[in-house]
């Protein structure tokens, strides 16, 4: 008689069939977004906005000081971008692994079972505003453009010149950062082209494929972009701050 084998599936916190160092991915996850999240929650309620000739720390730009606004004017401001990369796609993914352990990883037991509901109930639904973070996150850009390309251009006794400073750098590889991964965007690819099931069947099919295309190519390394542009943007606000602060002095190239 021929012996039957049955294998069993153990469940439980970390359990998990692979031999891989799973765990090896959440740790970069964990120190870097985490040491994000603290530093412009510092920034944020710091209510300094710190400008250095033409350098304006982009975490208050635009720069606005209403009256009537008796906090920071930097929650006016970061609601913006911090909601456009807390309810992206790859972050989701990121976080929810690695600070809410749910699941740790691909194939790894959870801490405790439950039903799966998506993302249909308070708070985890307003992920669903993506889509609407990305149409303002696209105007940040172009104010974030006007600052970085700005920075270029120190006053002087008789009006502004061009000049190169470190900083002018710094603002500008940043908003390319900043560039590549809003255009890489999931939400945004989906809506150049993502439902259309014919480019040539519809109105300006050919330039929307080419629109498609080169979204698809960026897309390909949104996750690339999410975390450059994370610690671009950290390190470009913290530059002007310690320029603008004296604690560091500006290299003028030009």
Not at 1 to 23: I, K
Not at 132 to 141: C, H, K, N, P, S
Not at 163 to 172: C, D, F, M, T, W
């Amino acid at each position: 008689m021929a012996e039957s084998r049955t294998a069993t599936v153990r469940s439980g916190f970390g359990v998990t069939m692979r031999r891989d160092a799973w765990w090896v991915e959440l740790i970069p996850v964990v120190v870097i977004l985490g040491a994000f999240t603290v530093y412009a929650t510092w920034r944020t309620f710091e209510n300094n906005y710190y400008e250095f000739g033409p350098y304006l720390s982009p975490f208050y730009s635009p720069l606005i000081k209403p009256k009537w606004w008796p906090l920071s004017p930097a929650i006016l401001i970061l609601w913006a971008p911090l909601g456009f990369r807390a309810t992206c796609y790859y972050y989701r993914k990121a976080y929810y692994r690695a600070f809410f352990l749910d699941p740790p990883g691909c194939a790894v037991g959870e801490s405790h079972p439950h039903r799966y509901s998506g993302e249909t109930r308070f708070p985890f639904i307003l992920q669903n505003l993506h889509r609407y973070f990305l149409y303002v996150a696209i105007v940040f850009l172009f104010i974030l453009w006007y600052d970085a390309i700005a920075a270029f251009w120190f006053p002087s006794a008789t009006g502004k010149h061009f000049g190169i400073g470190i900083g002018s750098l710094v603002l500008l590889v940043n908003i390319i950062l900043l560039t590549g991964y809003t255009l890489s965007c999931h939400s945004l690819r989906h809506i150049v082209g993502g439902n259309v099931d014919c480019f040539s069947c519809v109105v300006a099919g050919g330039p929307r494929h080419g629109a498609w295309r080169g979204v698809s190519f960026l897309n390909e390394r949104h996750m690339l972009f999410a975390w450059l542009s994370l610690i671009s943007v950290g390190l470009a606000d913290l530059y002007v701050r310690l320029v603008a602060s004296g604690a560091i002095a500006d290299l003028r190239l030009l």
